[in-house]
């Protein structure tokens, strides 16, 4: 801004050809600046191997429904209320867009914990399969950050969910 002024109130005789039109490009590129979209970043975003907790649930639910469904032929005789699985299951179970649930957050965590069958299978599925599924995706050995991050989660969060009730 100081330099339009300077440019502004200095002598023309005096002015570098083209620093006019430079600052006044610079000026205008910092008004048309584009704010960044979406949501504001975690501060603890800005360390190594940390997410948001909702980009967690992502991968660890993402990897259970599709375990789920490679196992379900095997498994539904035992699975209990085939209401639940068959929705969970089907094309509308998943969060996205025009769905019941518009994204991986507290509302979907609850209603998929508050059934006892999908918190058994689950936790099942964590012990037996989970630490091969994360190893898949996250190499400890190149990501030992991301991997131990989303290993504890699994563990210390999703594994002992317990549903809020609502107030």
């Known amino acids: 801004m100081e330099e339009l002024e300077e440019v502004f109130s200095g002598a023309r005789e005096e002015e570098v050809p083209g620093q006019f039109r430079l600052c006044l490009m610079r000026e205008m590129s910092t008004q048309t600046a584009k704010l960044p979209r979406g949501r504001r970043p975690n501060p603890k975003s800005q360390e190594v191997g940390c997410r948001k907790n909702e980009e967690k649930d992502k991968f660890w639910l993402r990897a259970f429904r599709s375990a789920m469904k490679r196992d379900f032929p095997k498994l539904k005789k035992g699975l209990g209320d085939r209401s639940f699985w068959r929705d969970y299951l089907g094309k509308f179970g998943e969060p996205g867009?025009?769905?019941?649930?518009?994204?991986?957050?507290?509302?979907?965590k609850n209603h998929l914990f508050s059934h006892t069958v999908f918190t058994q299978r689950f936790?099942?599925?964590?012990?037996?399969?989970?630490?091969?599924?994360?190893?898949?995706?996250h190499n400890p050995d190149t990501k030992p950050e991301t991997y131990r991050m989303l290993w504890e989660y699994a563990r210390e969060v999703l594994a002992v969910y317990q549903v809020e009730e609502k107030e």
């Open 97 to 108: 867009k025009s769905h019941q649930y518009p994204s991986y957050n507290r509302k979907y």
């Open 123 to 137: 936790r099942t599925w964590l012990d037996s399969e989970g630490a091969q599924t994360l190893r898949l995706k």
